[in-house]
T-cell receptor, first 115, second 108 residues
């Protein structure tokens, strides 16, 4: 079974709709991240969380919100989706106590299309 | 402005060839991460390093901190190595910055 799962894997929606992407992990990691990937661009950080009570904005947080419901769950919401939010979204986890590198482990990705 | 530059952007090789993918960065880093993104989109961690060299199977990663450069080598390449290889650097304690990736195709 995958350690980091994302639902849905694919979603097509319309402009203005509210969308939630969910991430769950069984790795027991405290740190979780949301990234988006666009063609020709590197992964960009949207939000990250170091524990249930900690939420931090990343490089491109405008238009997004997150919720850390539990250590294992981190959700990303688009309150009112727009076409330029069409992208591949990745959730990742890390545990800096496991090694000094803070290696990240990625989910399978969610492909979101906003029409 | 991208803190991480990868070259080449695209690479086609014949099966069995030795492959090198390069990653250069412009700032001081605490760690560098090589990742592999499969054609289906999934991302897998290959190496994390902050100095020297690491080897795993046919993959070798090196880093030169002074020159701000890392290389990923694949020996005896195989079609199943076809993927996008991504370099990421950790600049502050918590955030990584990612290159745009090198798309590798290995032809039988």
């Amino acid at each position: 079974d995958a350690d980091v799962t994302q639902t849905p894997r694919n979603r097509i929606t319309k402009t203005g709709k509210r969308i939630m992407l969910e991430c769950s992990q069984t790795k027991g990691h405290d740190r979780m991240y949301w990234y988006r990937q666009d063609p020709g661009l590197g992964l960009r950080l949207i939000y990250y969380s170091f524990d249930v009570k900690d939420i931090n904005k990343g490089e491109i947080s405008d238009g997004y919100s997150v919720s850390r419901q539990a250590q294992a769950k981190f959700s990303l919401s688009l309150e009112s989706a727009i076409p330029n939010q069409t992208a591949l979204y990745f959730c990742a986890t890390s545990d800096p106590s496991a090694n000094s590198y803070n290696e990240q482990f990625f989910g399978p990705g969610t492909r979101l299309t906003v029409l | 402005k991208n803190e991480v530059e990868q070259s080449p952007q695209n690479l086609t090789a014949q099966e069995g060839e030795f492959i090198t993918i390069n990653c250069s960065y412009s700032v001081g880093i605490s760690a560098l991460h090589w990742l592999q993104q499969h054609p289906g989109g999934g991302i897998v961690s290959l190496f994390m390093l902050s100095s020297g060299k690491k080897k795993h199977g046919r993959l070798i990663a090196t880093i030169n901190i002074q020159e701000k450069h890392s290389s990923l080598h694949i020996t005896a390449s195989h079609p199943r190595d076809s993927a996008v290889y991504i370099c990421a650097v950790r600049i502050t304690g918590n955030q990584f910055y990612f290159g745009t990736g090198t798309s590798l195709t290995v032809i039988p």
